[in-house]
C-alpha cells in the first residue's frame, strides 16, 4: 500500500477544522481514559491500524492496562474488567460505528442516560464521530504506521 496524498498540504483548512474538534474533545466532559476506549474499538471495528498503535500507546501511557487494551475487542464476553459505564460507552461507540445496521438505538441510549448527563453522551458521540473520521481519512490515505498526518 502507498501512501496517497498528504491530507494537510491538500485540504489544510479541512485538517484545521478537525483539529478543532480534538481540541474541544481535549477540554470535554469524558476522561481521558474513556476517550482511549472510543478510539481503540471504533479503530479496531474500522480496521485502521495507523490508529491502533497511536491510541494504545497513549492510552498506556495515560495508565490503561495492557489486559484491557487486549480484552477490548472482545468486552461484551469478559466479566469484572470493563466498567458498566464504560461498557455503555463500547456499545454506544459500537453502534455509532457501525452505523449502518441499527444506529444508536433506544435501548443504549437509555442506558446511557443511568450513567451519563445529555452533555457528556454529546461529548461521548462526538468522540466516536471523530475518531471515525479521522479513521477514514487514513485509511483512505493509506497513510502508514510511523507515518505522519502533518
Known sequence: M?????IKAVAPNALKAIIGLETYLSQCSISKTTKELIKIRASQIN??????NIHTQDAIKSG??????FLL??????????????????AVTEEITLIQQKGLTDETYTKALQF??????????????????????????????GESLA
Open 2 to 6: 502507498q501512501k496517497r496524498f498528504n
Open 47 to 52: 480496521g485502521c491500524a495507523f490508529c491502533i
Open 64 to 69: 490503561e492496562t495492557n489486559q484491557r487494551i
Open 73 to 90: 475487542s472482545a468486552w461484551k464476553e469478559v466479566e469484572g474488567v470493563f466498567t458498566e459505564e464504560e461498557k455503555v460507552v463500547l
Open 116 to 145: 451519563f448527563s445529555e452533555t457528556q453522551i454529546a461529548d461521548i458521540i462526538m468522540a466516536v464521530t471523530t475518531i471515525n473520521l479521522w479513521n477514514r481519512i487514513v485509511l483512505s490515505t493509506h497513510l502508514l504506521i
